[in-house]
């Protein structure tokens, strides 16, 4: 059976298109720390906040600074433009939280909190939107009692 090797520049366009999409998805922030590190982060997805919470553990899951400090450590992906993979076991989100320090969990937490401001500027309240759909669609289900 013969084996045809593309050209890499003439993808389709879907492949195209998916791959934006993928990027756009994994694409970073940056903000710099006090101590003038430059640090990669983005947002969690679901299936990552998933195995966050199940490296965490039932005793860490309810406690809301541990969760936080262990979100922002774990999604910062990059520090000074070295690549830094995600952590794979409690020891490792140990090491991050450790390597950030205050000062790189506090610029992260502070460009958060300016994001969140934004919105409440804008008038948007983003959980109630989100909150409000998903409800709508619940009680619209079938198997929702009238």
Known sequence: MPITLHNPEERPAAEGASRRIVDAANALEHVSDSKGRSLGWRKLDALEEFDLSELAGANNVGTAQWMMFAMIAFSVREIDGQAMPRPGTKNDLRARV????????????????????QADDLGVDLVREESQGEMERAKNSPGTPR
């Open 98 to 117: 450790k390597l950030l320090g205050a000062e790189g969990l506090n610029a992260i937490v502070q460009r958060l909190q300016g994001q969140a401001e």
